[in-house]
């Protein structure tokens, strides 16, 4: 076993335990290995999305701009890395503006580069694409865009449509 996937599952399982003061020692320690992978790796960017999550866990949410910013950067000098850990970066960037105080602003952005990345994600990826417009569709709400809103849902229902096909029941869960 490699060290770091020693340091990286023990930073988990403390992690996991709410020790957030052992799991963020151990994950750095697992980061500093990272550190020598290819910027591709997504050990990498799996190693700094939870140190970012012992930040804002541990409410200390300042310490995870570093590593936020280090996860934007990796993701910029490797779009190849799956849409999951991309999707994992910007979930995080919104759980950070939550912990920060409501930024509408900010909010919409986010949700409208989830619901970007999984339209180019592929034909594999409609319920993630259905979640993240459905979101987006709350978001627009909370920020008083009824229009906006409206025509998130309705992308929903169409590739909840697709997804399921025309007897399935989501229509109506997206429409309740």
Same mark, same amino acid.
Request: glycine content about 6%.
């Given at each position: ?19 957030? =003061? ?11 290995? $990272? !550190?020598?992978?290819?910027? !591709? ?34 993701? $910029?000098? $490797?779009?190849?890395? *799956? *849409?999951?850990?991309? $999707? ?9 503006? !939550?912990?920060? =105080?409501?930024?509408? /602003? ?15 994600? =592929?034909? #594999? ?5 259905? !979640? ?12 008083? #865009?009824?229009? /906006? ?28």
């Amino acid at each position: 076993m490699l060290l770091w996937d020693t340091f990286f599952a023990a930073g988990q399982g403390q992690l996991a335990n709410s020790a957030y =003061g052992k799991a963020e020692e151990l994950l750095k320690s697992a980061l500093a290995e $990272a !550190d020598s992978f290819p910027v !591709d790796d997504p050990r990498l960017l799996r190693t700094r999305l939870a140190l970012i999550e012992v930040f804002q866990k541990s409410g200390r949410i300042e310490g995870a701009n570093p590593f936020l910013a280090q996860a934007d950067e990796q993701i $910029a000098q $490797a779009p190849g890395l *799956p *849409p999951e850990l991309t $999707a994992s970066v910007i979930e995080a960037k919104l759980r950070q503006v !939550d912990l920060g =105080g409501a930024d509408q /602003s900010e909010r919409l952005k986010l949700g409208m580069q989830l619901v970007r990345l999984w339209k180019n994600a =592929g034909p #594999d990826h409609l319920q993630p694409l259905v !979640d993240s417009l459905l979101r987006l569709s709350d978001f627009e709400k909370a920020a008083a #865009d009824e229009v /906006s809103a409206r025509a998130s849902l309705e992308q929903a229902l169409e590739k909840s449509l697709e997804l399921e096909g025309p007897n399935h029941t989501g229509p109506a869960a997206i429409l309740s």
